[in-house]
């Protein structure tokens, strides 16, 4: 094990299994690696706390961040939630109370450890990152700072189920039909005994497929802000530092937390999809294992390393370059804000009329579009996590079938850093209706690059808490906050705003095609937040190059592989696209464990016919060991009528090539203004 931030490294403790009892009995299954010598000279301690089974599901990303915490003086703790891989009980639902108390029992519990000094950090990418935030709010006292990677504040807003008030299409039965695989698979044998059937079948037969839950919720209701952190910044009190990057869907949530949290806290955005920033495409990937040992020794050891003195916020400013759906590297350089928000913003704005981006002041027209229901092809996968289909490609397809308004190339650089918004006149001609909008980098050549974007459901205009119907023909001004994004505009580059009434399949379509009316000219405005660097950047303290422990010695049967298919058929107009993930067949060292996943996701539509939208999404998992063979297999649909969605979940499980539970779940559930 090398590091490049300490010269001294620890020999490392593994304690491969252990249980925490709960005071309600149910035992939890963790992971721990410690310092050799933690017993006689305690550590602090650092949970990370999941549902992706810390034997397979994570084992292989586990080994090479854990004991490289431990070897530089810290107990690194992962643990299962309640109802996943060896844990005791249900797992129910997202985020729930139950695992949030959970959580404060694991604390505890730590905290008292011979080996642990009572003071605790929590770290976690997506599920992890949203329970540090969760179990922060309930300012547990052994909790003294968290990084919270990937994942929001506002769990309506900006999560896998509807963005702007539109369902997203794309992720929320995609997710969902995850998570009814991960609820219904087994533990292992090795680990809790002969028990091991009745807690799978228990799983098999009591877990529900958690979208029924979601879709019945289409408003931001109680539902939604039980584990949104924005409904009370001020219950958070511990240090937080909040990391995300610009081509991950979940960054919105990182200049909120800086603007909204009283405590300490700092803010990161590198261009990485959803993965943590070591393992970071697109590049620049970082040391992200060095900086968060700064972070821990500062708060955990009281060392201080001047990580409080540096710029609250720190960001790549990313260049253009031709849009790929796989980028390894993405040029730019890093720039920081001293403190979010800025002291004093500085917006650009521009005049949407006759096609074009205007600096001044111009009369506008009506401009009519009928919505094409294919329309979102370019866009790529809502939440890339590393693999070659996830980065949307060149926009002029979508372009195409939207309104579009273009500017003139810039004489110089422009760069922006922040929420860009479109301000709007218009009229639609049905009383349920979306908006997807597009900001874009559009190069000398033409070629059309996505830079930020953002949905609405109008019925939500005035509020995700209390939608209203529309009134066809009637005109409305209103709003639409594009995603949190950081771009420089080089040189003879310009500016372009698409506009649609239809993204599929990223926005569950409208019950009826859709005709958009814009009243362009001075009521239609985009409004750019600029950044203007300073002398700030040449100050900046570089970031190391991405460490951490070697990954074991994985026997590789079937390689990693994933690919995305669209075909349209001309003579009905069906347009089909298919993602295949495969996650592979590998067999882990150690535990001998053979892990095998595949993902397929279909998203079907007639052009003209939005009741036509169809997903469906198929998942397996294997998990063996000699002749201990298991399966679980699901299959989720999800479609739509004018006034319903209708939903049906299958899961079977096997043992070896014998099926021994199957399960189906199907159910209509009211469309609500969506």
């Known amino acids: ?67 490289y915490l431990a070897a530089h003086g810290y107990a690194s703790v992962r643990v299962d939630i309640r109802g996943s891989g060896d844990s005791d009980g249900l797992l129910l639902d997202e985020y729930l109370p139950q695992e949030q108390q959970d959580a404060l029992e694991i604390l505890a519990w730590l905290a008292a450890q011979p080996w642990c000094t009572g003071a605790i950090g929590m770290m976690g990418i997506s599920w992890g990152g949203f329970n540090s935030l969760q179990v922060a709010s309930h300012r547990p006292p052994e909790l003294k700072a968290i990084i919270t990677l990937c994942s929001t504040d506002d769990r309506y807003t900006d999560d896998c189920h509807y963005m702007g008030g539109c369902v997203l299409g794309s992720d929320m039965l995609s997710w969902a039909s995850i998570m009814l695989n991960y609820c219904g698979l087994p533990p292992d044998p ?203 490609i060149d926009q002029r397809i979508d372009d195409g079938l939207s309104l579009t308004f273009t500017a003139e190339p810039v004489s110089k650089p422009v760069e922006i850093l922040g929420f860009p918004e479109v301000k709007l006149k218009l009229a639609v001609d049905q009383p349920n209706a979306l908006l997807a909008v597009r900001l874009c980098d559009v190069s000398p050549d033409g070629i059309s690059r996505l ?102 010695a994985v026997a590789w049967i079937r390689p990693r592989k994933s690919s995305r298919n669209i075909n349209y058929d001309v003579t009905t107009g069906r347009l089909e696209m298919v993602d295949l993930m495969d996650g592979g067949r590998y067999r882990l060292p150690g535990s001998g464990l053979i892990h095998d996943s595949i993902v397929i996701n279909k998203y079907s539509i007639v052009e003209g016919e939005p009741l036509s939208a169809r997903v469906e999404c198929e998942r397996r998992i294997e998990i063996s060991r000699n002749d201990w063979v298991t399966r679980v297999e699901t299959t989720s649909t999800m479609t739509a009528d004018a006034t319903h969605f209708h939903l049906t979940n299958v899961r079977d499980a096997y043992e070896g090539e014998t099926r021994v539970f199957t399960k189906s779940w199907t159910t209509s559930i009211r469309r609500h203004f969506v």
């Open 190 to 392: 090795a680990v809790v005994g002969e028990r091991w059937r009745e807690m799978w079948f228990n799983r098999l037969e009591n877990t529900r497929p958690f979208v029924e839950e979601w879709l019945s919720h289409q408003v931001r209701d109680d539902y939604w802000k039980q584990g949104s952190v924005c409904e009370d910044y001020s219950a958070i009190e511990c240090a937080v530092y909040a990391i995300g990057g610009w081509a991950d869907p979940y960054t919105n949530s990182i200049p909120r937390l800086l603007a909204g949290l009283p405590g300490p806290r700092k803010g990161l955005i590198g261009p990485w999809q959803h993965l943590y920033p070591h393992m970071g495409v697109p590049g620049p990937a970082i040391g992200f294992l060095q900086e968060s040992l700064r972070w821990w020794d500062y708060w955990l050891k009281g060392i201080d390393n001047g990580i409080m003195d540096e710029p609250m916020l720190r960001v790549w400013m990313p260049e253009a370059v031709p849009p790929q759906p796989y980028e390894a590297e993405w040029p730019g350089r890093w720039t920081a804000v001293e403190k979010w928000p800025p002291a004093q913003a500085s917006l650009q704005e521009y005049t949407l009329a006759d096609g074009c981006l205007s600096e001044t002041a111009v009369a506008g027209e009506a401009m009519t579009l009928e919505g094409a229901q294919v329309a979102g092809l370019t866009a790529g996968t809502w939440c890339p996590n590393g693999d070659a289909i996830g980065m949307p």
């Open 451 to 552: 830079v930020s974007w953002g949905l609405l459901n109008l019925t939500h205009r005035e509020s995700h808490e209390n939608p209203l119907p529309l009134v066809p023909g009637q005109t409305y001004t209103l709003k639409v906050r594009l995603n949190f994004t950081g771009h420089r505009l080089k040189e003879g580059h310009r500016w372009r705003v698409a506009i649609s009434p239809t993204y599929w399949p990223h926005a569950w379509p409208s019950p009826a095609p859709v005709k958009l009316t814009l009243y362009t000219g001075a009521d239609c405005r985009l409004i750019l937040p600029l950044h203007l660097p300073g002398k700030l950047d040449h100050s900046l303290r570089p970031f190391g190059p991405p460490d951490g422990c070697p990954p074991p």
């Open 1 to 67: 094990m090398t590091s490049k931030y300490n010269t001294k490294l620890l020999p490392v403790k593994v304690i491969d299994h252990t249980w925490i009892v709960l005071s309600d009995g149910t035992k939890l299954a963790a992971k721990i690696w410690l310092p050799q010598d933690a017993e006689q000279r305690p550590v602090p301690a650092i949970l990370e706390y999941l549902p992706y089974r810390k034997n397979d599901g994570t084992a292989l990303r586990d080994a090479t961040m854990h004991p």
